[in-house]
């Protein structure tokens, strides 16, 4: 065993581990540390399997935007230190139960298929790479998607801007905004 | 133990998949489930790049797919958390017990 | 003018009357109703006499051929079968419209005056322009679908006028029983229809004949070599359209609806219940005359029988009735036996066929004086205000045009010399007396009791006890009422000149008229000596009457009761079919048609009661019911479905 394959090990250890941490810790804010853990954890796969610029994009977006997007909402909505409510007994099980028979099938499935692994040393692909396919016009470019991309992200922004703008004369809100912000100070 | 290869990381990311799945079963507040949701994205996303990996070495598509999964779970995490603040201010509460207005 | 277009419009008159009317004939025409009405009856006898004229002028060698003026193809089920609407016209077809057309002309214009001042004016013009309407495309239907059509639109407005007086409770008893009674013959005539039509692959009239009398061809052979109860199916067709034919003629023993139809108004009574829709059955049987008389003479058989009887029990219960418009209404139904058993002993073609054409002859006059006698007798009701013969009496001198009308009709349908119903009747005799001489003798017993019951009627009204009571301030009636008597009498004395061999017989060649003196003097006698008797019996007031009733006790006691007729038909529904039938069939509904409803209606809610925790709204277990179904699915498709 060498180190390489120790260091694969490691974090796939620190990714599921988080994981599960993540989606079972009764304190929000701890969930959502875990959860930046195992968004790290993945990065560090793709850096193991040689693929550092969508590691760095892993990191750039989830670990640094999305993490911090939830932690943010969390102290909007969240009182400090308020424990998760517990979910029914029954609802935990049937679903455990249900989510590891899905797994079951699937990973057999997956392992009775045998994919034909193809063992050429991969070529790590340099950002030059990318950006050429990504913004090639040509039949394997990625403009269009490209382009549909951030015309989704625009919607998206505005889409969120309309969702979440204050109604004007809604004193109700107002007051409860009010509460929160005080609530958080 | 042996060498690690497609079959391991097809594991990792099946179990990030399913335990994904198992938080938005069982977690109660809106966040939550939406960070098993982002979870559940990226296990996708890692299985993708392990399939490039390790069936296309040659070519660059599963990569394309990861990064505009990427772009688009951000802009899914951002409409999300929108709607939860939204949420939270007509229902003063996240919890997804509270919200049973689909039954109507 | 186009001459199609002349012939639609014939029947399509009375029936835009009958939409103006009903549509806006009370708020906007109100009295004028009945003008508008008439306006449009005119027109259209206007047109069926030129159209009558122009096809009776167009004779090849005395022959006349049947033509199919339009025809419009409505539903096409096959390439063979398809129910088309169309005009048929021959010398049958032409005669009815022009019957039908004057009638109801006579009794629109009669109804001015008669129904002068009534609430629902205008929807009784309505009516009778939908009758008018619906019995002109009967007579001119070119295909047994369609005249069944028309048959039940004339079987609803039927229904609509004798229930017009709505508000009293026999007239609206009267108009039920009509309407069922025809209604559950025609069951019969549907089922003929289908029978017919199946065996012969046709519902043309004229393919229809053509497959089923023709000897070579194979529908025929098929037709009759299928049988049921060992009665070949072209027969039990045969039967069954007869019966539906029966029905709306009053054929004993379907006539029970007949004698109360007379609820309705008197005009109604002289259009519907005593020349047009009643010889509507006979018609029928004119129509497929070819069928019955080459293919089936059994059934000929039955109809101049159930004619005969109807023919002679009719009579006795007239001479028993003291209804006045009941003792027309039998004597209608007693006339059209006549008709029937014509028809009945008549061949096809030829000589022998003059049956044929005695039937129609018969139908023609009679048409002329019965509609005459109702009207007459609608003048005397609306000057006495009474149904019945003891209030009437003595009123030759304040009615004088009525009773010289009704005198010329009494002679007519009595069969006295050289008036219409003379001609006919005797035409009708004599194909009786060469054909089946048990017919003739009833017949001839039957012309003598109508001769006596017609006059015993006659001298009671206008004659027996001096009236005194009656208040002199009205008249007889106004001009309009008058103006249809004197026609219909001129008809009534005129009519039998008519030629009528020579346009109407069986197969279309001209018939020789048959009228010989010898031969008359019989019946001539026997007409005269009844109406000798009913002259000594009803003339003077005298108790006469009542001796001869009281000497035939039981007879007359039975007679008066219509032979106890309508008890029978009560007691075989109300305790036989009720109870046996209706009992268990309302039982099955109710407890098994209805439990299964409610069986699928409560499991319904049952289920739905169980099942609607499962829409909880709760967006995580409706993620969980996905993963499960989509993971059953999966592995469904993967161990077991392959």
Same mark, same amino acid.
């Given at each position: 065993m060498t180190g390489n394959d120790i260091i694969f090990y490691l974090l796939g250890i620190l990714t599921l581990g988080c994981g599960l941490l993540s989606v079972t810790s009764r304190h929000i804010f701890r969930a959502a540390v875990f959860l930046l853990f195992s968004l790290i954890g993945i990065?560090?796969?793709?850096?193991?399997?040689?693929?550092?610029?969508?590691?760095?994009?892993?990191?750039?977006?989830?670990?640094?935007?999305?993490?911090?997007?939830?932690?943010?909402?969390?102290?909007?909505t969240q009182q400090a230190g308020e424990k998760l409510p517990i979910q029914k007994l029954n609802r935990k099980i049937f679903s455990a139960l249900a989510v590891f028979c899905a797994f079951a099938l699937a990973l057999v499935q997956a392992y009775q298929h045998g994919f034909i692994t193809n063992n050429k040393p991969a070529a790590s692909p340099s950002v030059q790479d990318i950006g050429n396919q990504m913004l090639n016009v040509n039949e394997t470019g990625y403009a269009l998607p490209f382009e549909a991309v951030s015309i989704l992200l625009l919607a998206a922004l505005v889409g969120c801007i309309v969702i979440a703008i204050r109604e004007k004369n809604n004193t109700n809100n107002i007051s409860e905004n009010q509460n929160v912000e005080t609530s958080q100070k | 133990m042996m060498t690690p290869g497609l079959e391991h990381i097809l594991f990792i990311s099946f179990a990030l998949f399913f335990i994904g799945i198992y938080?938005?079963?069982?977690?109660?507040?809106?966040?939550?489930?939406?960070?098993?949701?982002?979870?559940?994205?990226?296990?996708?996303?890692?299985?993708?790049?392990?399939?490039?990996?390790?069936?296309?070495?040659d070519k660059m598509d599963g990569l394309f797919f990861t990064l505009f999964v990427i772009a688009i779970a951000a802009a899914e995490a951002a409409v999300a958390i929108a709607i939860i603040i939204n949420l939270y201010r007509t229902h003063r509460s996240i919890d997804v017990e509270n919200t049973e207005d689909m039954k109507f | 003018m186009n001459q199609t277009i002349q012939i639609a419009l014939i029947p399509l008159l009375p029936l835009a009357g009958f939409v103006l009317?009903?549509?806006?004939?009370?708020?906007?025409?109100?009295?004028?109703?009945?003008?508008?009405?008439?306006?449009?009856?005119?027109?259209?006898?206007?047109?069926?006499?030129?159209t009558a004229y122009k096809y009776f002028s167009a004779s090849v060698d005395g022959h006349y051929s049947s033509a199919i003026a339009l025809k419009y193809t409505w539903l096409v089920f096959s390439d063979k079968l398809s129910i088309d609407m169309g005009l048929y016209l021959d010398s049958i077809s032409m005669m009815m419209i022009v019957v039908v057309t004057l009638v109801s002309l006579m009794v629109h214009i009669y109804s001015l005056g008669y129904m002068k001042g009534e609430e629902r004016f205008s929807a009784y013009y309505a009516n009778l322009g939908l009758f008018t309407f619906s019995m002109l495309g009967l007579v001119l239907s070119s295909n047994i679908f369609q005249i069944y059509f028309f048959w039940e639109l004339v079987g609803v407005s039927s229904y609509l006028l004798i229930g017009f007086y709505y508000d009293k409770p026999s007239a609206v008893a009267a108009s039920k029983k009509a309407f069922i009674v025809t209604r559950f013959a025609d069951l019969g005539f549907l089922i003929g229809i289908l029978i017919l039509s199946y065996s012969a692959g046709s519902l043309d009239f004229n393919t229809m004949i053509h497959n089923l009398t023709s000897p070579e061809s194979s529908e025929l052979k098929t037709a009759v070599s299928t049988t049921f109860l060992s009665v070949s199916a072209v027969t039990w067709g045969g039967l069954l359209v007869f019966m539906g034919g029966a029905g709306k003629s009053a054929m004993f023993p379907l006539h029970i609806w007949l004698p109360d139809a007379m609820e309705g108004p008197t005009p109604v009574s002289a259009l519907i219940h005593a020349a047009t829709m009643v010889v509507a059955g006979v018609y029928l049987v004119a129509r497929l005359f070819p069928i019955f008389s080459l293919t089936t003479p059994i059934v000929l058989e039955v109809v101049s029988w159930v004619g005969a009887v109807s023919a002679i029990i009719a009579a006795i219960?007239?001479?028993?009735?003291?209804?006045?418009?009941?003792?027309?209404?039998?004597?209608?139904?007693?006339?059209?036996?006549?008709? #029937? =058993?014509? &028809?009945?002993? !008549?061949?096809?073609?030829?000589?022998?066929?003059?049956?044929?054409?005695?039937?129609?002859?018969?139908?023609?006059?009679?048409?002329?004086?019965?509609?005459?006698l109702f009207l007459g007798a609608g003048a005397v009701i609306h000057y006495v205000h009474s149904n019945e013969i003891k209030d009437m009496g003595g009123l030759r001198k304040s009615m004088p045009i009525t009773h010289i009308t009704f005198l010329i009709a009494c002679l007519a349908i009595a069969g006295f010399p050289f008036l219409a119903g003379f001609f006919s009747k005797e035409e009708i005799l004599l194909a009786a007396y060469h054909n089946s001489p048990a017919i003739y003798w009833i017949a001839l017993f039957t012309s003598a009791l109508t001769a006596f019951? #017609? =006059?015993? &009627?006659?001298? !009671?009204?206008?004659?027996?006890?001096?009236?005194?009571?009656?208040?002199?301030?009205?008249?007889?009636?106004?001009?309009?009422?008058?103006?249809?008597?004197?026609i219909l009498a001129v008809g009534a004395i005129f009519a039998g000149y008519i030629p009528f061999g020579k346009y109407v017989s069986a197969d279309g060649a001209p018939l020789a008229s048959h009228f010989k003196i010898s031969f008359s003097i019989l019946p001539v006698a026997l007409g005269l000596s009844g109406i000798a008797i009913a002259w000594i019996m009803y003339k003077k007031q005298n108790g006469l009457s009542d001796k001869v009733a009281a000497s035939f006790n039981g007879f007359y006691k039975t007679a008066y009761n219509k032979f106890y007729i309508d008890e029978i038909y009560l007691f075989i529904t109300k305790k036989i079919i009720f109870n046996l039938i209706g009992k268990p069939a309302a039982w099955f509904d109710k407890n098994i048609v209805d439990g299964i409803m409610n069986f699928t209606g409560n499991t319904t809610e049952w289920v739905s009661e169980k099942i609607k925790i499962v829409q909880s709204g709760k967006v995580q277990q409706y993620a969980i019911y996905f993963l499960v179904a989509a993971v059953v699915i999966a592995a469904a498709f993967i161990y077991i479905l392959k």
């Amino acid at each position: 065993m060498t180190g390489n394959d120790i260091i694969f090990y490691l974090l796939g250890i620190l990714t599921l581990g988080c994981g599960l941490l993540s989606v079972t810790s009764r304190h929000i804010f701890r969930a959502a540390v875990f959860l930046l853990f195992s968004l790290i954890g993945i990065a560090g796969i793709y850096f193991w399997l040689q693929y550092e610029f969508i590691a760095a994009v892993q990191i750039v977006v989830y670990a640094g935007g999305i993490t911090v997007l939830i932690i943010f909402s969390i102290f909007l909505t969240q009182q400090a230190g308020e424990k998760l409510p517990i979910q029914k007994l029954n609802r935990k099980i049937f679903s455990a139960l249900a989510v590891f028979c899905a797994f079951a099938l699937a990973l057999v499935q997956a392992y009775q298929h045998g994919f034909i692994t193809n063992n050429k040393p991969a070529a790590s692909p340099s950002v030059q790479d990318i950006g050429n396919q990504m913004l090639n016009v040509n039949e394997t470019g990625y403009a269009l998607p490209f382009e549909a991309v951030s015309i989704l992200l625009l919607a998206a922004l505005v889409g969120c801007i309309v969702i979440a703008i204050r109604e004007k004369n809604n004193t109700n809100n107002i007051s409860e905004n009010q509460n929160v912000e005080t609530s958080q100070k | 133990m042996m060498t690690p290869g497609l079959e391991h990381i097809l594991f990792i990311s099946f179990a990030l998949f399913f335990i994904g799945i198992y938080g938005f079963f069982t977690r109660r507040n809106l966040i939550t489930m939406l960070m098993s949701i982002e979870l559940i994205l990226n296990s996708v996303n890692l299985n993708f790049i392990a399939f490039n990996k390790y069936v296309w070495p040659d070519k660059m598509d599963g990569l394309f797919f990861t990064l505009f999964v990427i772009a688009i779970a951000a802009a899914e995490a951002a409409v999300a958390i929108a709607i939860i603040i939204n949420l939270y201010r007509t229902h003063r509460s996240i919890d997804v017990e509270n919200t049973e207005d689909m039954k109507f | 003018m186009n001459q199609t277009i002349q012939i639609a419009l014939i029947p399509l008159l009375p029936l835009a009357g009958f939409v103006l009317l009903s549509f806006f004939g009370k708020k906007y025409f109100g009295k004028n109703s009945g003008l508008i009405g008439t306006a449009f009856l005119l027109a259209s006898f206007i047109l069926s006499l030129f159209t009558a004229y122009k096809y009776f002028s167009a004779s090849v060698d005395g022959h006349y051929s049947s033509a199919i003026a339009l025809k419009y193809t409505w539903l096409v089920f096959s390439d063979k079968l398809s129910i088309d609407m169309g005009l048929y016209l021959d010398s049958i077809s032409m005669m009815m419209i022009v019957v039908v057309t004057l009638v109801s002309l006579m009794v629109h214009i009669y109804s001015l005056g008669y129904m002068k001042g009534e609430e629902r004016f205008s929807a009784y013009y309505a009516n009778l322009g939908l009758f008018t309407f619906s019995m002109l495309g009967l007579v001119l239907s070119s295909n047994i679908f369609q005249i069944y059509f028309f048959w039940e639109l004339v079987g609803v407005s039927s229904y609509l006028l004798i229930g017009f007086y709505y508000d009293k409770p026999s007239a609206v008893a009267a108009s039920k029983k009509a309407f069922i009674v025809t209604r559950f013959a025609d069951l019969g005539f549907l089922i003929g229809i289908l029978i017919l039509s199946y065996s012969a692959g046709s519902l043309d009239f004229n393919t229809m004949i053509h497959n089923l009398t023709s000897p070579e061809s194979s529908e025929l052979k098929t037709a009759v070599s299928t049988t049921f109860l060992s009665v070949s199916a072209v027969t039990w067709g045969g039967l069954l359209v007869f019966m539906g034919g029966a029905g709306k003629s009053a054929m004993f023993p379907l006539h029970i609806w007949l004698p109360d139809a007379m609820e309705g108004p008197t005009p109604v009574s002289a259009l519907i219940h005593a020349a047009t829709m009643v010889v509507a059955g006979v018609y029928l049987v004119a129509r497929l005359f070819p069928i019955f008389s080459l293919t089936t003479p059994i059934v000929l058989e039955v109809v101049s029988w159930v004619g005969a009887v109807s023919a002679i029990i009719a009579a006795i219960i007239a001479c028993t009735q003291t209804d006045i418009k009941r003792v027309l209404a039998y004597s209608t139904m007693s006339q059209i036996g006549f008709m #029937m =058993f014509a &028809l009945g002993v !008549s061949k096809y073609g030829g000589e022998a066929g003059l049956g044929f054409t005695a039937s129609m002859f018969h139908l023609f006059t009679h048409a002329l004086f019965k509609a005459l006698l109702f009207l007459g007798a609608g003048a005397v009701i609306h000057y006495v205000h009474s149904n019945e013969i003891k209030d009437m009496g003595g009123l030759r001198k304040s009615m004088p045009i009525t009773h010289i009308t009704f005198l010329i009709a009494c002679l007519a349908i009595a069969g006295f010399p050289f008036l219409a119903g003379f001609f006919s009747k005797e035409e009708i005799l004599l194909a009786a007396y060469h054909n089946s001489p048990a017919i003739y003798w009833i017949a001839l017993f039957t012309s003598a009791l109508t001769a006596f019951y #017609m =006059f015993r &009627l006659y001298f !009671s009204i206008f004659w027996n006890k001096e009236h005194t009571t009656h208040e002199k301030h009205h008249g007889e009636g106004p001009f309009v009422m008058m103006l249809p008597l004197i026609i219909l009498a001129v008809g009534a004395i005129f009519a039998g000149y008519i030629p009528f061999g020579k346009y109407v017989s069986a197969d279309g060649a001209p018939l020789a008229s048959h009228f010989k003196i010898s031969f008359s003097i019989l019946p001539v006698a026997l007409g005269l000596s009844g109406i000798a008797i009913a002259w000594i019996m009803y003339k003077k007031q005298n108790g006469l009457s009542d001796k001869v009733a009281a000497s035939f006790n039981g007879f007359y006691k039975t007679a008066y009761n219509k032979f106890y007729i309508d008890e029978i038909y009560l007691f075989i529904t109300k305790k036989i079919i009720f109870n046996l039938i209706g009992k268990p069939a309302a039982w099955f509904d109710k407890n098994i048609v209805d439990g299964i409803m409610n069986f699928t209606g409560n499991t319904t809610e049952w289920v739905s009661e169980k099942i609607k925790i499962v829409q909880s709204g709760k967006v995580q277990q409706y993620a969980i019911y996905f993963l499960v179904a989509a993971v059953v699915i999966a592995a469904a498709f993967i161990y077991i479905l392959k």
